[in-house]
């Protein structure tokens, strides 16, 4: 069975299998964090951003085009995933990367992780998605557990503020990109649609990686390899792949409230990776955040049980 062909299986199948698809996006997206801190170290992040996204669209295309796979996009979608590629790919990594280099790897995922918040109100306002009073508590309590972290380390002083401004406004953009996905609702092959959006990042980042940064400043390095062949197939192709069969599946809300694993997991590989301090305070701020996705996910889960 095809990559594409697999992402859009029946709706059962797509349910029995969820507990594995949530499990595997949550480790990977949130070890991108590290690969991410780890490729910026060694290479200006837009020069980074703009080698990732194009070589994980060419990669994606070219794929489909040796395997002579059906072209079921239509115009309207391709732009859409264009447009989707502007959002969560330049601006949400462009931003983010750009905060990754004054700002520590746990602390970029766990402001990240904020994505439900905004994510489940605007969800509420334009897509008409029930925001019922279970779900407003368990976002409450995500995020007051996430919050009470940030406030643990921005009162460490050890991150920028600089550094968390770009990273405040890179959650701003994967909440757009989110609510423009299910929106606009692009219809065919999530394969070909993430090809497409990868390039399209890769095209709207480039102008300024090679103005405001230069090739002379990278550092070669075996550690920046990993990380970059990590970002292309773990982060770019795979993740993003499993992130909109989520959306697709769970809605908006339910979807985003996985990124409250992030904290968590984003601590655990900066401290076993890069060796990044964890506070037992960093750990009391885990437990509203757990309790907050049971509320927020079980609701949906619920839902569907009665529906069939």
Not at 49 to 59: K, M, N, Q, V
Not at 75 to 102: M, Q, S
Request: glycine share 10%; charged share 10%; proline share 5%.
């Amino acid at each position: 069975m095809s990559t594409a062909s697999s992402i859009t299986a029946p709706r059962t199948a797509a349910f029995s299998s969820l507990p594995l698809l949530i499990t595997l996006f949550c480790l990977l997206w949130s070890f991108a964090f590290v690969a991410g801190k780890i490729g910026v170290t060694d290479c200006p992040p837009l020069i980074l951003l703009t080698a990732r996204f194009s070589l994980a669209g060419i990669l994606m295309l070219g794929i489909s085009l040796l395997r002579r796979d059906e072209w079921d996009l239509t115009w309207r979608d391709a732009a859409v995933f264009a447009l989707l590629g502007v959002a969560n790919n330049a601006l949400y990594l462009g931003l983010g990367y750009t905060g990754l280099k004054t700002v520590s790897a746990g602390l970029g995922g766990l402001i990240v992780s904020a994505n439900p918040v905004f994510t489940a109100a605007l969800a509420a306002l334009v897509l008409g998605e029930p925001l019922t009073r279970r779900k407003v508590a368990g976002l409450l309590l995500g995020i007051a557990g996430v919050a009470f972290i940030v406030w643990h380390r921005m009162k460490v002083g050890t991150d920028s503020p600089h550094g968390i401004l770009f990273t405040l406004a890179s959650l701003a953009s994967i909440v757009a990109g989110t609510i423009l996905f299910k929106l606009l609702a692009p219809k065919g092959s999530l394969w070909l649609g993430n090809g497409i959006q990868n390039i399209a990042g890769g095209l709207a980042v480039m102008p300024f990686a090679f103005t405001l940064s230069s090739v002379g400043d990278i550092v070669p390095s075996a550690r920046l390899a990993g990380a970059f062949a990590y970002l292309v197939l773990g982060g770019s192709i795979i993740a993003y792949l499993l992130w909109f069969h989520l959306l697709k599946v769970c809605g908006a809300t339910a979807a985003s409230a996985y990124h409250f694993l992030m904290p968590p997991l984003g601590m655990l590989f900066a401290f076993l990776v890069l060796g990044e301090h964890v506070e037992f305070r960093d750990l009391l701020g885990i437990v509203p955040v757990a309790l907050g996705i049971y509320l927020v996910t079980r609701a949906p889960a619920a839902h569907q049980r009665s529906a069939t």
